[in-house]
């Protein structure tokens, strides 16, 4: 399942290093964030509980970028 | 601005008032040091904490740890020697301008960027009972009539059933000149209606539309990393811990020998030089604009109609030395048309008529492009008795005389003598009463553009173009000739291309990129073998576009010039950025240890590469 989210980051290597910890987060199968249109597309894997695996998402995120949001 | 810009202007204009104030306020010793703390606290405290949590998450080596231990250390030895708080205050302050104008540059043309892909219709018009109802496109069924007021996007692909007017395609193909519609034609979702009222049949649902695609396609631009990316991530890896231990070598090292060789130890000499090193280290310059540059050269491309999927993409384009065309719908229209009448008895006119009038009802693409040259309605009942003999032709009545039209099978079965053509292309034979009345030769039509864009590829350093196609080998001949192209091979199957395309691929050198271009219809295998596959005019083929690289919105072959040129100016961009940033901070970081450099020079040496390479990366943008 894709979904997308809404997210707010500064600079394009933040970008990156988000979509990096997204990628790692688990249950994610995987994910783009593109820092032109501020979007953040995850796919989840098969089963996984969107909510709490976007929870994680966020955290990590905020580990490597703290300025970062994403609108859940 | 952003509301966090403004509060970060407001914080640099805070402290730097402050800081100025301070400068005369004649106090000394501990309540000095903490009468300046407070600019600076209030300029830095979010460094210091993201320095804090990043040591915290074990990501310690970032700038913001960098300007915390440069700027905390100054304040040290200004604190101990009764010195210049000033210096670190400005530190701060500089980082902070630069941090400010580098987010404002950014968001401002990520902004323009999004505008231009900003295509999203948000509703459909449907009339009930004579009342016009915006409605979800997404809801709206396929063969629904909605109407299109000027002003609005079409929302979702159909067939104009009422109306004239003018569009404007620009969103999709970058082109500037509107296009005219009417009852009949075929329009895209994603065009704007400038002029008139139209209504249209829907062919499609929203999610399978045009416009839907291509922001699936834009949003999902998959931040697949190139080669220049990479090295920039991993070299800020790798290169900020050694700065950082250098430094401290720098600090410490220097001084112990001092005082081995019972010299005066000058801590605060070195350690003031190591914190100055450290400033003028810091990568953002690199890792800030290496990204911003490819971000900024895929959304120029894309306002040009030139869709790529990745940076890394960009980066193979950029090094492409081979084109390999497929003919039909890349080079040449893919549409029949007649292109010459010969050894005519009747005007050209008359016998084109004819012929059209024969062959209306066959749904052969010979009859209609007969139907097109002729232009006019057919009137059926001028045509009679129509007899259609499979893979010879049409035997017909037309206005009483018998009309028999088709290749040379046809004319030897009826024993009509004829002429054979030395033209290219498919020959239809026609015969009235018996009698040979000349032949149409109907071939496919070359796109104006494709000389151009051959001879725009050579100028722009390609070296060598190929052109694979299924067609006869006179035919292929003739077009290459035509427009330029190195080498052709003809009468491929679809598996030849792609066996012709490896042979292509293993007798280049390695760094020479191959770049196929196709229409999509048939070249998803090749599309994906090639180094790059561009597909164009594919909004049609979701295959072509999964499998190409890059896609192209229109079918102009001049854009793949333009493409590679974006990539090229994109690339020269990044090479400048990680050259002259390098070079730079290599020689600060030289003078800087031999203590030539203060600290003001350091943080002009950071901030200032920064802003330069963040203004140079922007340059992609218009491309």
């Not at chain 1, 809404?6 to 910890?21: F, R, S, W």
């Not at chain 2, 104009?160 to 519609?181: D, K, Q």
């Not at chain 2, 895929?298 to 960009?314: D, P, T």
């Amino acid at each position: 399942m894709k979904k997308t989210y809404k997210i707010e980051v500064d600079c394009a290597n933040c970008a990156n290093l988000m979509e990096d910890a997204t990628k790692k987060t688990e249950g994610v199968a995987s994910a783009v964030v593109n820092f032109m249109t501020q979007k953040m597309i995850v796919e989840f894997e098969e089963g996984a509980d969107v909510k709490a695996v976007m929870k994680n998402v966020l955290k990590a995120c905020k580990k490597v970028e703290p300025d970062c949001e994403i609108e859940l | 601005m952003t509301r966090k810009q403004r509060k970060n202007l407001t914080r640099i204009i805070i402290s730097a008032v402050l800081m100025v104030v301070l400068h005369f306020i004649p106090v000394t010793g501990l309540f000095r040091f903490a009468l300046y703390l407070v600019p600076y606290l209030i300029i830095g405290y979010d460094i210091i904490l993201k320095a804090l949590k990043g040591i915290k998450n074990r990501q310690v080596f970032d700038e913001n740890f960098l300007m915390t231990v440069a700027t905390v250390g100054a304040i040290a030895i200004a604190l101990i020697d009764e010195g210049d708080y000033v210096e670190a205050i400005a530190v701060m302050l500089f980082y902070q301008v630069g941090e400010l104008f580098q987010s404002y540059a950014v968001g401002k043309s990520r902004k323009n960027i999004s505008a231009l892909m900003d295509i999203r219709p948000d509703y459909a018009n449907i009339e009930v009972d004579g009342n016009l109802e915006q409605v979800d496109p997404d809801e709206v069924e396929i063969g629904t009539v909605i109407v299109v007021q000027p002003g609005e996007k079409v929302p979702i692909d159909g067939i104009v059933t009422e109306g004239v007017s003018s569009l404007n395609t620009g969103a999709l193909t970058g082109e500037s000149l509107p296009r005219e519609v009417k009852e009949g034609d075929e329009v895209l979702s994603g065009c704007i209606n400038m002029t008139g009222v139209i209504k249209i049949r829907t062919t499609k649902d929203f999610g399978e539309s045009t416009v839907s695609k291509i922001l699936d396609l834009v949003e999902n631009a998959s931040s697949r990393k190139s080669k220049s990316e990479d090295f920039i991530s991993k070299f800020a890896k790798i290169y900020t811990p050694i700065v950082c231990y250098s430094a401290l070598a720098l600090a410490v090292l220097p001084p112990v020998i001092n005082l081995i060789l019972q010299n005066t130890a000058n801590w605060g000499d070195w350690i003031y030089r190591a914190l100055t090193f450290l400033i003028i280290s810091c990568p953002c310059a690199l890792v800030v604009s290496v990204p911003l540059t490819f971000f900024a050269g895929i959304g120029g491309a894309s306002k040009q109609g030139v869709l790529i999927k990745g940076s890394n993409y960009m980066e193979t384009l950029s090094k492409s030395k081979i084109v390999v065309f497929d003919k039909t719908g890349t080079l040449t229209r893919g549409v029949f048309e007649v292109n010459g009448v010969h050894h005519n008895e009747l005007e050209d006119k008359e016998l084109i008529e004819i012929a059209a009038l024969a062959e209306s009802a066959s749904s052969h693409p010979i009859s209609k492009s007969l139907q097109s040259a002729y232009g006019k309605e057919i009137d059926r009942s001028r045509v009679s008795d129509i007899q259609e003999i499979s893979g010879n032709g049409v035997l017909a009545k037309v206005d009483g005389k018998e009309v028999a039209i088709g290749n040379g099978k046809l004319m030897d079965r009826l024993g009509i003598e004829y002429h054979d053509c030395h033209s290219v292309g498919t020959i239809v034979h026609i015969a009235i009463n018996g009698a040979y009345a000349g032949h149409i030769v109907i071939s496919d039509v070359v796109k104006e553009t494709s000389k151009e864009a051959i001879a725009a590829m050579k100028k722009s350093g390609i070296s060598k173009t190929v052109m694979l196609t299924g067609d006869a080998e006179k035919v292929a001949s003739q077009v290459a000739k035509e427009l330029g192209i190195d080498e052709y091979k003809a009468e491929l199957l679809p598996a030849d291309k792609v066996s012709r395309v490896e042979e292509l691929l293993s007798e280049k050198s390695e760094k020479a990129k191959l770049v196929f271009v196709g229409d999509g219809i048939n070249d998803a295998p090749v599309l994906s073998r090639a180094d790059i596959g561009i597909a164009m005019g594919a909004m049609g083929s979701d295959a072509a576009i999964e499998a190409a690289d890059v896609v192209l919105m229109d079918d102009d072959p001049k854009k793949i010039a333009k493409a590679i040129k974006i990539s090229r100016k994109c690339l020269g961009i990044v090479y400048q950025n990680i050259a002259f940033a390098l070079i730079v901070k290599l020689v600060c970081l030289v003078l800087g240890a031999f203590g030539i450099t203060n600290m003001w020079a350091a943080i002009f040496a950071d901030v200032g590469v920064t802003v330069i390479a963040v203004l140079n990366a922007i340059r992609a943008l218009r491309a």
